[in-house]
């Protein structure tokens, strides 16, 4: 029995509230961009990287029906739900290559020249 009442709502408490603080709202009394309201940062598609993480993890724990309720309430868009499944689709992630050679140059640098 508690295993189910837990698995009903597997999102951790952070995760809602993250989700309540960061609302986009209009700046310029409702004529100019949105804005989120918590972190100041632009909103849209990584817009505000704390709500991005929050929606990614709903997205992840949440059960189909809290799921529901929660693009019903505009706390979650279906852009949001696009989110997760286009993680890792590509190597789009991966770390670059640093622009400078590597530290170890630097020392046999400097014997050479000695
Ligand atoms: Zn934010």
């Known amino acids: 029995m508690a295993?189910?009442?837990l698995a009903r709502d597997a999102?951790?408490?952070g995760v809602k509230i993250d989700l309540q603080l960061h609302q986009p709202y209009r700046t310029w009394l409702g004529l100019g961009r949105l804005r989120c309201e918590w972190c100041g940062e632009r909103w849209g598609r990584h817009g505000c990287p704390p709500r991005e993480s929050?929606?990614?993890l709903f997205v992840?724990?949440?059960s189909p029906a809290q799921r529901?309720?929660?693009?019903?309430?505009?706390d979650l868009t279906t852009d949001d739900l696009r989110l997760r499944r286009r993680v890792r689709s590509s190597g789009?992630?991966?770390r670059k290559p640093r622009p400078?050679?590597?530290p170890e140059v630097g020392p046999?640098?400097?014997g050479a020249s000695a």
């Open 100 to 102: 400078y050679p590597t």
């Open 108 to 110: 046999r640098l400097v």
């Open 11 to 13: 999102v951790p408490a």
């Open 92 to 94: 789009a992630h991966r």
């Open 54 to 56: 929050a929606v990614r």
């Open 68 to 74: 529901e309720a929660a693009l019903l309430s505009g």
């Open 60 to 62: 992840y724990t949440a």
């Open 3 to 5: 295993l189910l009442s």
